[in-house]
């Protein structure tokens, strides 16, 4: 990932980690990973795509761009982009500015600064968010942000391989 002073991330990760250890143990499942199950790439036409990686997936409430103005996530960040589904659906991929079959289109698609440090994030049914922070700079090239590391398209597809 661009060097964007990681260590100011460091305690959402953490706190987001934790989050997510104690509702998949309350939920009775054991984490896999210590990182969330959700990846961000561009499309060929250069849109941002959300990807929900479990290869055992909960439906989906929500999908969102949050823009934090701090460097901590809050909930009350401005979001650039929102779709919100009831009843949940068992959706994988959100391209960003696009409204899926099903979805409420909260917030439509805003143009993010360059530069500008964003955060995916994907709300499960249960209320369990997962989240994942990105700039459109570690794009580039093709490459996928997944588990805080940019990395080559083939290199994302071993490392969600489900089988």
């Known amino acids: 990932m661009a060097d964007r002073g990681k260590e100011h991330w460091l305690p959402m990760r953490n706190l987001v980690a934790a989050v997510v250890a104690l509702g998949l143990l309350v939920g009775g499942c054991v984490p896999q990973a210590p ?3 959700i990846a961000v790439r561009l499309t060929e036409s250069g849109q941002v795509e959300i990807v929900y990686t479990s290869c055992q997936p909960l439906p989906v409430v929500t999908a969102e761009v949050v823009a934090p103005r701090e460097q901590i996530f809050d ?4 979001r650039l982009w929102h779709v919100g589904f009831s009843p949940p659906v068992d959706l994988k991929q ?3 500015g696009e409204t899926p079959s099903g979805a409420v289109d909260r917030v439509p698609f805003q143009q993010p600064q360059p530069g500008q440090i964003l955060v995916a994030r994907i709300v499960l049914h249960g209320d369990l968010a997962l989240y994942l ?3 459109l700079d570690d794009l580039s090239g ?3 942000t997944y588990r805080q590391k940019n990395m080559a398209p083939e290199d994302f597809r071993r490392e969600t391989s489900c089988g």
Request: hydrophobic share 30%; glycine share 12%; charged share 30%.
């Open 35 to 37: 990182y969330d199950p």
């Open 142 to 144: 093709g490459k996928v």
């Open 133 to 135: 922070d990105f700039t």
């Open 75 to 78: 909930d009350g960040d401005p």
């Open 94 to 96: 959100f391209v960003v």
